[in-house]
């Protein structure tokens, strides 16, 4: 085992590389670890002389590192000390910090406590100003309406204490019931005060309305905490002002009455009634001359229908008395305008207070405002009943509707829906009786008879004129808010007077007078029409075409007799053009030299004569110059026709072709005979 030793120490030390050098270079290792020995006692002898050398430093140097222990141990101790200082205070202050969470709790708890004691101690105590102010303040001052405040929040509180049964209550009870009785003591009077001084003859009930609008809280009050005081007020005031209103109403409607037109249309003011049937009223209104202010138009509108413009319809009322003072009178329908937009301005106002001084809406104030406003409308609509039986003025009554229908889109417009049943109630009085007397007007036209309405004239006949008035007026009245109903009764009236027109003409003994009537007719009707009524209207398109078709016939009419026979030829030449058999009139030349000379030599005066006779016939120039124009234009054609047929190989060997006159030197000289005005 040594000698293995012994082998890995040999093998360790030949591995070094201080031996492996020696090896190389062939030193004697004896001599060499002699060598190394004396060199290692010669610097262990240096050693030892530098540590004498030094021994002082040393020396210094143990007594600082023996100094320096000392220090560390005291230091040591210190920090030990310390330590168990810390670990003492650290434990102290997880003390104090449960003391603190403890404290805040405990904070918290009373915070709360103080918050709601402090609270309930505000709103139990009664303060001597506010016991002062409710005793001694007049209710118009606005301490009064402060204080009046917070004793209804006190009564509010004391009443949620009770039903919690705080004792504490108790002691404030008596107090603020008998402030409360006080306050609703004197909120009563002064509102009653306030209603007893709309009843003062010429009063503005509008300014005291506004001053309890300023203290609305009042009632609030008194509904709150005494409703038998608020019933009565209430009540008091429905009783008040439904007698004003109806007071008022009434007075105003009967002095209305009074500056209305005297004459107005009865039963026999019908457009099929002849002029014959009223002689005694005319030698009656002839002799006591009335005055032009007091007549009522019957089917013309005339000025009527502006009371429908914005400014007239929301215009001021009428002032009746000082109306009669200027002796002015007025249509029914102005009347009614002012007597509803009365009505509607104060029925809009009334509303409107009910709701915010009593605090209702929807069918409540509806209720409560038919209880103030009920006997008026009532009134209204008895009254309006008994006039609009007894009246025969259907444009009257017509522009009623109109009126109404305005006003319900104001009212609905403002949010008002107080009036809504009135107005429909007004609309089912007036509707009947407008298509009453519609069909009235009617029947008349059906029934009449040609033969009882005097001496025959081809001028436009007075019941055609009637209706153009009549029907221009309702077309136009009937355009902002059209009406199905309106629209049929007037294409039955249209249908009795085109029947009419034709009965009449059927009692001229010649087509060219009746064509004449026709046309006169017509174009009053629609001239008339148009001056109102849409141009697309039904009524102004009928008579459009109607008016066409007569022109077109008499205008063949009066060409007949001076070139009826040129016409007749060239409408047979044409025809048997158009079949290919023109040379069956190849034998006709004495009558076609017959035709072109005649027309030669005839036709100046011809046209001349038929132009003056054009205008002579109709009483409107500008459709007397239409018709010359529209002769003279198929006149024209004619006579161009009448060269065409010539120009046909049948007819061009004809000497008297030469005769012919040149087609643009006849339209040069006809154009000299076409009127102006």
Known sequence: FLFFLHSAHIQANLEDDLVKEALKTGVDLRQYSKQVEAELQRIEQASIKDYIKESQNIALLHNQITACDSILERMEGMLSGFQSDLSSIS?????LQQQSVSMNVRLKNRQAVRSHLSQLVDELVVPGAMISTILESPVTEQ?????????????????????????????????????????????????????????????NYQIPQNTLLKYRFFYQFLLA???TVAKEIRDEYVDTMSKIYYSYFKSYSGRLLKVQYEE????????????????????????SKPSLKSRNTIFTLGQRGAILSPTELEGPILVPHTAQRGDSRYPYETLFRSQHYALLDNGC??????????????????????????????????????????????????LCIHIIFRFRAITTKRNIPALDKYWEAVLELLWPRFELILEMNIHSIRNTDPQKLGVLDTRPHYITRRYAEFSSAIVSINQTFPNERTNALLGQLQIEVENFVLKMAAEFPSRRDQLIFL???????????????????????????????????FIEEILSPPFGGMIAFVKEAEALMEKGQLDRLKNEEARITQLVRGFSSTWKQSVESMSQDVMRSFTNFKNGTSIIQGALTQLIQYYHGFHKVLNQPTFRSLAVRSELINLHHLMVEVKKHKPNF
């Open 264 to 287: 107005v249309a009865d039963k026999d003011d019908l457009m099929g009634v002849e002029d014959t049937a009223k002689k005694d009223i005319l030698l009656k209104c002839f002799f």
């Open 225 to 227: 905490n005494e409703r």
């Open 143 to 203: 301490e009064f309406l402060e204080q009046l405040h917070e004793l209804n929040n006190k009564i509010n509180f004391a009443k949620e204490l009770s039903f919690r049964e705080t004792l504490a209550c108790s002691d404030i009870q008596d107090i603020v019931d008998r402030l409360k009785l006080k306050a609703v003591s004197k909120i009563r009077e002064f509102i009653l005060q306030k209603i007893y001084s709309f009843r003062k003859p010429m009063t």
């Open 519 to 553: 046309i006169n007719n017509y174009d009053m009707m629609l001239s008339v029409l148009m001056e109102r009524a849409a141009d697309d209207s039904k009524e102004v398109e009928g008579f459009q075409q109607l008016l066409l078709a007569r022109t077109q016939e």
């Open 349 to 398: 106002r009334e509303y409107l207070f009910l709701s915010d001084f009593f605090m209702v809406a929807g069918n409540s104030a509806l209720d409560l405002f038919n209880s103030i406003m009920g006997k008026t409308l009532s009134m209204f609509l008895k009254s309006m009943s008994t006039y609009v039986s007894d009246c025969y003025d259907s444009i009257a009554i017509f």
């Open 91 to 95: 434990s102290e202050i997880q003390t």
